[in-house]
């Protein structure tokens, strides 16, 4: 992985596509509301991508109408490392100890291999 701080990563040049609040709850079959909710409860992570924008969601982290296998138990373990949404959201889009990035996997159903080295982190 690079030497620029995972709060610091540019999140727009990572992700290939966010949606706003309206799109996830849209996507999700929720309100935007329950959105708020889901990212305070670690089931989504938002960040702001570009300076003077709003929050946002990967758009990622969506499949086939639901939040991706995985991801909130990953978001949990990366909180409990420290990690901020941002830094969350970095760690899933670049991490570089898996074959691919940890969101493919994640998409692919491989999550055990993910949440192992999110797990390991904090040692």
């Known amino acids: 992985m690079s030497d620029?701080?995972?709060s610091e990563v540019d999140l727009d040049a990572?992700?290939?596509?966010?949606?706003?609040?309206d799109e996830t709850a849209e996507a999700l079959g929720v309100t935007p509301a329950k959105v708020r909710?889901?990212?305070?409860?670690?089931e989504l992570a938002a960040a702001v991508p570009?300076?003077?924008?709003?929050?946002k969601v990967p758009a990622d982290f969506i499949q086939?109408?639901?939040?991706?296998?995985g991801l909130p138990g990953l978001l949990t373990v990366l909180h409990d490392n420290e990690f901020t949404d941002r830094e969350c959201i970095a760690w899933i889009f670049t991490d570089d100890n898996l074959p691919g990035r940890p969101i493919?996997?994640?998409?692919?159903?491989?999550g055990s291999e993910v949440k192992r080295r999110a797990q390991v982190l904090g040692f």
């Open 64 to 69: 086939d109408g639901l939040v991706v296998k």
């Open 37 to 42: 909710t889901m990212i305070k409860d670690h």
């Open 50 to 55: 570009r300076p003077g924008g709003g929050p």
């Open 4 to 6: 620029v701080p995972l």
């Open 14 to 21: 990572l992700v290939p596509a966010w949606l706003d609040w």
């Open 104 to 110: 493919d996997a994640l998409r692919e159903n491989r």
